[in-house]
């Protein structure tokens, strides 16, 4: 089998006449007057037609320019990290097939030169990581021709030597500057377990990526050569093979995707680095050499459930005042955590490091954290992290007839007679070090106590360890 840039998946052309470019400028600056959402619309349209018609080379080149422009107007509502729409989702599909296209057509020139050929590889690879990183975002399996495309762009940039000619491009957030680089973020991302990051990371991390990515490298495959490294199959319509997958495709198509260097530069000063990209690249780097997330053995089930979702909800239940619940399906469970089947709606309130009380036929609540959540046909995937020991509901005051506040404290056993207690809190209510009155509930005293140092956090709530009597 040989790769081939006609492989590349590109809708037909429906229009043989030539689309209407004059009024172009003036429909793109209309889209901006309208809500984000219709302005998104006209865009899209105006894309699709385009796309889809008969254009000469310079004509697609400016339409796309111009689109691209736009792109970057309507990505900045993003920047926050807040989670796109399925139709800018759609752009970014649209964009990339847009710049298949005119790869295509200056494929079939005479000799490009080799800048504008890496410009046109980049572009079209940049609106498939993009497609990728929105995907992600929304908790969503990016569909199989994403890589199958970027694959093939990586290979066609390798046999026309154009995977290190730099590249500028203005996005946010920041891709690598060659082709090389932005391929391999894509594929760092992908190995990154990235259903498993809280709400905003996704993008945090893609620009994270962005100036080590380059470092990496994929090695031609060797048989006798590191079996710890990632395999990725050009191929294949993964990232890379699965690490009980053989590589059994053609050699000619067959990396190893080579990290040394890359592991190595994490450790170098980066001045423009934050310390929240440095943290989040260190808690990621583990899966990139395939290190499970499961510890236990998972037994399957078919169990109906309910959870209480977030801090408020669970003291409510823990108090017998029965809230309102979530129903799921326990697909499968271990002594460590449970695989759930939600309805898509529940996406909203289903966060990544959200606190939830699983309740089942056992007479005792099960206190866990949503470690990751997925969504596809089937509904709402979410993997629970339980946590060992009892779940009591708490108060807790700044002064003794101040305002109170909610809390669960969570008590585990220790050998012999003691317990271990821990309090959970939702961020930012309350800083470390300050002097806080705690009440249990059916106690009448309340206990004055120094609020300690958390132990554990994620992006909605906080673990600190307490000693008590």
């Known amino acids: 089998m040989t790769l081939d840039a006609l492989r590349l998946e590109v809708p037909d052309i429906l229009d043989e006449d030539a689309a209407p470019l004059a009024d172009l400028n003036e ?21 699709f037609r385009l796309n889809r018609s008969v254009m000469t080379l310079l004509e697609r080149q400016r339409a796309l320019q111009n689109c691209s422009d736009e792109y970057r107007h309507y990505a900045a509502a993003y920047l926050d990290g807040s989670p796109p729409s399925p139709l800018f989702v759609r752009l970014c599909n649209e964009l990339a097939i847009g710049f298949k296209r005119l790869l295509l057509q200056i494929l079939k020139g005479r000799q490009p030169s080799r800048p504008h050929l890496a410009w046109c590889l980049y572009m079209a690879l940049h609106f498939l990581a993009q497609s990728l990183l929105r995907n992600y975002q929304r908790y969503q399996e990016p569909a199989p021709s994403l890589w199958r495309d970027s694959h093939l762009l990586y290979w066609l940039g390798e046999h026309q030597e154009c995977l290190d000619e730099p590249v500028a491009a203005a996005f946010q957030p920041a891709p690598a500057c060659t082709l090389r680089g932005l391929y391999q973020q894509m594929l760092l991302l992908a190995l990154s377990n990235p259903f498993h990051l809280a709400e905003g990371e996704c993008p945090q991390l893609f620009g994270a ?14 048989d006798e050569g590191d079996s710890e490294s990632p395999v990725v199959d050009l191929t294949e319509s993964q990232p890379c093979l699965g690490y009980a997958q053989h590589p059994d495709g053609s050699r000619d ?12 530069a994490l450790h170098d000063p980066a001045p423009l680095q934050s310390n929240g990209e440095r943290q989040l690249l260190e808690r990621v780097r583990h899966h990139w050499m395939g290190q499970q997330q499961r510890r236990d053995p998972r037994e399957e089930f078919d169990l109906t459930c309910n959870l209480l979702v977030g801090l408020p909800a669970i003291h409510a239940q823990l108090l017998e005042q029965r ?3 979530s129903a799921a399906q326990m697909l499968d469970a271990s002594a460590g955590g449970a695989r759930l089947l939600c309805r898509p709606d529940q996406a909203a309130h289903m966060a990544v490091g959200q606190l939830v009380l699983l309740l089942t036929s056992s007479p005792t609540p099960r206190l866990a954290l949503v470690r990751w959540r997925h969504l596809n046909i089937e509904g709402l995937h979410l993997g629970l992290h339980y946590l060992k020991g009892l779940a009591k509901p708490v108060w807790l005051r700044r002064t003794p007839s101040a305002q109170t506040h909610q809390g669960i404290l969570q008590s585990t056993p220790e050998p012999g007679d003691g317990w271990r207690h821990a309090l959970w809190l939702p961020n930012g209510q309350f800083g470390e070090g300050e002097n806080l009155w705690l009440q249990q509930a059916n106690v009448h005293n309340q206990v004055i106590m120094q609020l300690p140092a958390a132990d554990l956090g994620t992006a909605l709530v906080t673990r600190h360890p307490l000693l008590l009597a």
């Open 323 to 325: 809230p309102c619940s």
């Open 209 to 222: 990526l962005a100036p080590l990515a380059g470092l990496a490298r994929l090695l031609p495959w060797d």
């Open 253 to 264: 198509y067959l990396r190893r995707f080579e990290l040394g260097a890359l592991l190595v």
């Open 27 to 47: 429909r793109l600056a209309q889209a901006r007057s309208l809500q984000h959402e219709d302005a998104l619309q006209l865009l899209l349209s105006l894309l």
